[in-house]
C-alpha cells in the first residue's frame, strides 16, 4: 500500500480498497492529527453508503471493514467531516486538522432477552463481544470487538499516515468530544495501539540488514507462496516497525524498488545493522 496524490493506492496482496467521493467534505487541510472512529452501524456497506449520502452530512477518509477491506472517501488533504464540534490542544473542529478512520464495528451493545444488539436490533455473536468499563463511566458494558484483521490493516495504513503526513498524535473520537462521544471505546486498545504507531513513526528506529541473497519480503508474516512482494539483495537496510513471532515488520530504507514498502521478513534473514 502507498499514497499517491492525498489517495491510498492498493498493491499486490493489498487488501480490497475502494476510492470514492463524498459530497460530505470542504476544503484543503493540513491533517496533524488521525482520529479512530466506530460507525456504530450494522455493516461495512451500509456504513459507506450512509457517509456518501448528503444526508448524512457526515464522513470520513477512510472505513475499513471487519474483514479489512478498505473504502477512501475523500483525499487526506481534505476536511471531511468526522469529528464534529471538538476540540484538541488549542485546536478547535478538528475536521480541519485530521485524517478521520471509521471502523466498521456496532459500538455499544445492548443486553436483549439472553442476546446482545446494537443500536439497529442486530444481534452480535457472543464470540465478538467484550465486556469493559469506558474510560469516562463507571460501569461495565458490552462492545463490538475489532478483529484482528482489521487491526492489522488500520496499523498499517496508519503508519502510511504517520510518516507521510508527520501526524502529532492518534486520538480517539471519545478524546477530542468526550461529552458527545464514546468512540472507538474500551474494545479498541487505544494505548498500545499509538504507542505502536507513534512509537515507530519516527526516525529512530531500529535499523537491521538483510544478512543472504534473495530474502523474500512479504505482505504478511507467514511463508506463502502468494505473498512475497519481492526478492532483496544481501546488505539491503531496514528500519524494524514490530514483530509477529519470528517474523520482522519492517520498512525498507536502502535503494531499491521497494524502498518505503512496509512489508515482512523472517527474522533469521537479519542483523543488526
Ligand atoms: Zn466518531
Redesign the pocket.
Known amino acids: 500500500m502507498k499514497i499517491t496524490n492525498h489517495k491510498l493506492v492498493a498493491e499486490a496482496s493489498d487488501p480490497v480498497l475502494q476510492q470514492l467521493s463524498t459530497p460530505n467534505q470542504g476544503g484543503t487541510i493540513t491533517p496533524q492529527y488521525l482520529i479512530i472512529?466506530?460507525t456504530a452501524g450494522n455493516s461495512f456497506d451500509s456504513s459507506v453508503n450512509w457517509l456518501m449520502n448528503p444526508l448524512a452530512k457526515a464522513s470520513a477518509h477512510l472505513v475499513i471493514g471487519r474483514d479489512g477491506k478498505i473504502a477512501q472517501l475523500g483525499p487526506f488533504n481534505k476536511s471531511l467531516w468526522?469529528a464534529g464540534q471538538s476540540r484538541w490542544a488549542d485546536l478547535v473542529g478538528l475536521n480541519n486538522y485530521s485524517i478521520g478512520i471509521?471502523l466498521d464495528n456496532s459500538g455499544r451493545l445492548t443486553k436483549s432477552g439472553d442476546k446482545y444488539i446494537n443500536v439497529s436490533g442486530k444481534v452480535i455473536p457472543a464470540s465478538d463481544i467484550v465486556f469493559a468499563k469506558h474510560k469516562h463511566e463507571d460501569t461495565e458494558q458490552a462492545w463490538h470487538n475489532y478483529p484482528q484483521k482489521q487491526m492489522e490493516v488500520l496499523q498499517q495504513i496508519s503508519l502510511l499516515l504517520m510518516r507521510n503526513y508527520n501526524l502529532k498524535d492518534v486520538l480517539g473520537?471519545e478524546d477530542i468530544a468526550p461529552f458527545r462521544?464514546a468512540?472507538p471505546g474500551p474494545a479498541f486498545p487505544m494505548t498500545s495501539f499509538a504507542a505502536q504507531i507513534i512509537g515507530r513513526s519516527d526516525d529512530s528506529g531500529e535499523i537491521f540488514k538483510t544478512t543472504t541473497e534473495d530474502v523474500n519480503f512479504r505482505s504478511s508474516p507467514a511463508m506463502d507462496a502468494t505473498n512475497v512482494l519481492g526478492k532483496l539483495k544481501k546488505g539491503t537496510k531496514v528500519e524494524y516497525i514490530s514483530a509477529n513471532g519470528g517474523w520482522f515488520n519492517v520498512y525498507i530504507v536502502s535503494a531499491s524498488t521497494l524502498r518505503e514498502k512496509l512489508g515482512w521478513i523472517h527474522s533469521t534473514m537479519l542483523a543488526r545493522a
Open positions: 472512529h466506530y468526522h471509521e473520537h462521544k468512540d
